[in-house]
């Protein structure tokens, strides 16, 4: 049995970010992810700046491509809205592993299958034991799945469905888009230009609102790729996507209880009208290592909510 005080389940932004918060204060922890890092993790890979502050990130101590955008070019409805921001785009690829390795946490590949509570202290798939636990799992952490489904059941009106494309293209445009509403999606669609020379496209809408419209997310995922040909954006028409599901903010009424913490995606922390999950699940990975260095409370109240009705007005720009 492998001892430790904190085990973190799960080495994305979240728990990274716990993890470097626990080791700068020597508590010793484990990161256990089923995915062997560098792995690919589907995103659009768009950071705020307040997620920068965070994350204490600067363009000469990141090694890689970090992609400064002045504006983010807004179409709601069509209408052309460019609103003028200074945000970033990074590749999850190489984001979360340098994350992941900057923590100083030792990592486990093991993929979390079986919690119990023996003794005060929690025990994972027979072979780790720690006394404080950490899911920062994802959409389907197992931390959620055994401990908090029951106290939290998620609201399927929250659901995002998603696809997306990362692929290496010679850009002459390089200003980020966003598409609200278009073609009655109930969400929106984006086009990021990345550092070394990539780009990320895709597609995100509310499940429920897209079933009800009797449409789905692959017909959206065609109109994509054609206007963004039209658009002259990109030259190739055979765009294979990847999907991934996960939820909006929505009433998380427990978020630890007995020693055991969830963070980010595994709570559902992303923010209601951009998506955006990486900045929630730093701040809240960041929460959940306080609250177990200082034993005070952790709650998501007032963790980021950056909005586009916010940025529109100004209020979030920075
Ligand atoms: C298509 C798409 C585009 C997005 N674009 C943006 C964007 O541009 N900007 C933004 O801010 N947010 C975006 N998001 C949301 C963002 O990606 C997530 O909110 C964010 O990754 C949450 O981080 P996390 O650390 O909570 O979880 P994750 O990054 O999902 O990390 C969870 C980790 O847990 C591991 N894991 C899962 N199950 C187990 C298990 N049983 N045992 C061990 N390990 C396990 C996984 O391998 C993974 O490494 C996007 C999401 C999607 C789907």
Redo the contacts with the bound molecule.
Sequence with gaps: MIDTKVII????????SCAWRLRQNGVECLV????V?P?T????????PQ?VRDLRLREDNYPHGMIKLDRLHFRFYGKKVPIRTTQY?IR?FEF?SWLLQRSGAPTAE????EIKRVDGKYIIDDKYRCEYLVG???????VYRILFKDKNPRDKGAL?V???KEFPFEYSDANCYLWFFENKLPGYS?Y?PKGGGYI?I?I?GKQASLAKGQDDIHRQWEFLTKSLQQLKLIDISNVTPK????YLRHRVSVMSSDKAYL????AG??TVD????????VQ??LRAADSIIGGGAYSWQGLGK?SAVELWRGRSAN
Aim: charge should be negative; charged fraction near 15%; hydrophobic fraction near 35%.
């Design positions: 389940v799960g080495g994305g932004p979240s728990g990274s256990l992810d089923k995915d890092f792995r993790k589907l995103c659009a890979g768009w950071i705020t997620a785009s999850r979360d093991h993929t979390v299958r920062a799992g994802g959409t389907n952490c197992p995002i998603a696809m997306e984006w990021v990320n895709g995100g999907g991934y599901s996960y963070a980010g995606d595994a922390l992303a951009m998506g955006e999950g990486i900045g929630p699940a809240s990975g950056y």
